[in-house]
């Protein structure tokens, strides 16, 4: 059975950092891209980061441009979510998902929700004014 499983969140001051970490149990991490959405409350899910399968190529939503850091670790079967001088309007519940196909070369997909068909249940992050 695969398990995507979010830590990290929890409640920050504006300005503050927290590191989430997205392990997988029944699956591997290794070949597949991995991506990153959040869901505020009352709003859509959205795109965050996108890390592709070799960690070479990321794609971040433009909220997040220059304060969050994708990366990965193969070997430990982990993926990282790094959010720097965070804001109020980055409160959410945070998400990883893995891509469906293998090798994806095209990083240009990474920001559609369809191509992931792996969710883990998701971590909450606050941040407070």
């Known amino acids: 059975q695969v398990q995507l499983v979010e830590s990290g969140g929890g409640l920050v001051q504006a300005g503050g950092s927290l590191r989430l970490s997205c392990a997988a149990s029944?699956?591997?991490?290794?070949?597949?891209?991995v991506g990153w959405f959040r869901r505020a409350p009352g709003k859509e899910r959205e795109f965050v980061a996108g890390?592709?399968?070799?960690?070479?190529?990321?794609s971040y939503a433009d909220s997040v441009k220059g304060r969050f850091t994708g990366s990965r670790d193969n070997a430990k079967n982990m993926v990282y979510l790094q959010m720097n001088s965070l804001k109020p309007e980055d409160t959410a519940v945070y998400y990883c998902?893995?891509?469906?196909?293998?090798?994806?070369?095209?990083?240009?997909?990474?920001?559609?929700?369809?191509?992931?068909?792996?969710w883990g249940q998701g971590t909450q992050v606050t941040v407070s004014s």
């Open positions: 890390i592709s399968w070799s960690g070479g190529s990321t």
């Open positions: 998902a893995v891509d469906r196909g293998r090798y994806r070369t095209n990083p240009a997909v990474l920001p559609i929700p369809t191509v992931y068909d792996d």
């Open positions: 029944g699956r591997t991490f290794s070949g597949y891209a």
